[in-house]
């Protein structure tokens, strides 16, 4: 009976061209759900799919299910305007307050607010052709799978540049920027890896307190630890190492007031603490960094999206599908205040 239900999800699906059936297609329905919202009628149709699921595909690893620091932050996709621009309004405005006044007319204070306009990024992925002397040989469904890879591969990039732009570029008075002494309370050992100082309890408290300083609520605090930086926790703070091991969220705990999240692909800082460009690698003594900032100072925002499908029937000469998709996407401060950085101070030999 679990077979025919898989069958019957898979024809359904193929029918439909959607992945909108409910859980009762099993393994089947798993599959296809990944399959993003949108596609275009007949994109899945049988016969770009010869035969059932007959073969194991053996795909890429990605992080675009480690992104969870993007949830619960304000989503302003509703916002969107022609041309996929958004925009917002710098309200500037700290009312003085008098204190056993007797000077009239009280005093006018004037707001200044700004028009803050951003504009989404074009994201668009390569098309990818699938031939139909490729889906006979291999005898198996292969279009959902193409379709899952570019969803994943627009996933990644907006994790990626999200937490990029969330990242304050160099230190300042309200982008708090500092190296990792890899010093704690309890040892006045300095603690290194061989060729960074690693990051200990003191250093976040460090970063808490110029939050502190800066007025930022406690509320809505959030580090997103580079891959180094969780090592070096749980290597040098116990009871950090016993919450990561007891996470089941996307949150791994909460820390000196920071919610704290774990990220693969944070931007890479100089020696300096400046923040590299994007998509430029780490050279010696650069490393990932933690980010921090406050959900109130940052937003996301997603404009048009399509999906491109040519079929292999109108294509005498290769007789291939191609398939490709267009995003407008946006994550980034709305005001670069209430953002933070620790990055890996350099040991010294």
């Given at each position: 009976?679990?077979?025919?239900?898989i069958?019957l999800?898979?024809v359904?699906?193929?029918?439909?061209?959607?992945?909108?059936?409910?859980?009762?297609?099993?393994?089947?329905?798993?599959?296809?759900?990944?399959?993003?919202?949108?596609?275009?009628?007949?994109?899945?149709?049988?016969?770009?799919?010869?035969?059932?699921?007959?073969?194991?595909?053996?795909?890429?690893?990605?992080?675009?299910?480690?992104?969870?620091?993007?949830?619960?932050?304000?989503?302003?996709?509703?916002?969107?305007?022609?041309?996929?621009?958004?925009?917002?309004?710098?309200?500037?405005?700290?009312?003085?307050?008098?204190?056993?006044?007797?000077?009239?007319?009280?005093?006018?204070?004037?707001?200044?607010?700004?028009?803050?306009?951003?504009?989404?990024?074009?994201?668009?992925?390569?098309?990818?052709?699938?031939?139909?002397?490729?889906?006979?040989?291999?005898?198996?469904?292969?279009?959902?799978?193409?379709?899952?890879?570019?969803?994943?591969?627009?996933?990644?990039?907006?994790?990626?540049?999200?937490?990029?732009?969330?990242?304050?570029?160099?230190?300042?008075?309200?982008?708090?920027?500092?190296?990792?002494?890899?010093?704690?309370?309890?040892s006045?050992a300095?603690?290194?890896?061989?060729?960074?100082?690693?990051?200990?309890?003191?250093?976040?408290?460090?970063?808490k307190?110029?939050?502190?300083?800066?007025?930022?609520?406690?509320?809505?605090?959030?580090?997103?630890?580079?891959?180094?930086?969780?090592?070096?926790?749980?290597?040098g703070?116990?009871?950090?190492?016993?919450?990561?091991?007891?996470?089941?969220?996307?949150?791994?705990?909460?820390?000196?007031?920071?919610?704290?999240?774990?990220?693969?692909?944070?931007?890479?800082?100089?020696?300096?603490?400046?923040?590299?460009?994007?998509?430029?690698?780490?050279?010696?003594?650069?490393?990932?960094?933690?980010?921090?900032?406050?959900?109130?100072?940052?937003?996301?925002?997603?404009?048009?999206?399509?999906?491109?499908?040519?079929?292999?029937?109108?294509?005498?000469?290769?007789?291939?599908?191609l398939y490709n998709?267009?995003e407008?996407?946006?994550?980034?401060?709305?005001?670069?205040?209430?953002?933070?950085?620790?990055?890996?101070?350099?040991?010294?030999?």
């Open positions: 009976m679990r077979f025919a239900k069958i999800s898979l359904i699906a193929m029918l439909i061209g959607t992945a909108t059936f409910g859980a009762a297609g099993g393994a089947a329905a798993v599959l296809l759900s990944l399959i993003p919202k949108g596609v275009p009628t007949g994109a899945l149709c049988a016969d770009l799919i010869p035969e059932v699921w007959t073969k194991e595909f053996v795909k890429s690893f990605n992080h675009a299910d480690t992104g969870t620091f993007l949830e619960g932050i304000s989503d302003y996709s509703r916002f969107v305007k022609d041309g996929n621009i958004i925009h917002l309004i710098d309200f500037d405005l700290d009312p003085e307050v008098l204190v056993n006044n007797t000077q009239y007319p009280i005093p006018v204070q004037e707001m200044n607010n700004a028009d803050i306009v951003l504009t989404l990024d074009k994201l668009q992925t390569k098309a990818t052709p699938v031939t139909d002397d490729v889906v006979y040989d291999i005898k198996a469904e292969l279009m959902p799978h193409v379709i899952e890879e570019h969803r994943v591969a627009i996933s990644e990039y907006r994790l990626d540049k999200a937490i990029f732009n969330f990242a304050a570029e160099a230190n300042a008075d309200a982008t708090p920027v500092i190296a990792t002494t890899g010093v704690d309370f309890d006045e300095v603690k290194t890896d061989g060729t960074r100082l690693r990051l200990t309890r003191a250093d976040v408290i460090k970063l307190t110029a939050f502190d300083k800066m007025g930022v609520p406690i509320a809505g605090r959030r580090l997103v630890l580079c891959p180094d930086h969780v090592a070096d926790l749980l290597v703070d116990l009871a950090f190492a016993q919450q990561y091991q007891n996470h089941t969220t996307g949150a791994i705990a909460k820390m000196y007031g920071f919610e704290i999240y774990e990220f693969v692909a944070n931007p890479v800082y100089t020696a300096n603490g400046s923040r590299k460009a994007y998509g430029v690698a780490a050279e010696q003594g650069e490393y990932q960094a933690s980010v921090a900032f406050h959900v109130s100072r940052v937003g996301k925002a997603t404009g048009e999206r399509k999906q491109y499908l040519s079929r292999a029937e109108t294509d005498p000469l290769y007789q291939r599908n998709v267009r407008y996407f946006l994550a980034m401060p709305k005001k670069k205040e209430a953002l933070g950085v620790i990055y890996s101070g350099t040991a010294q030999s």
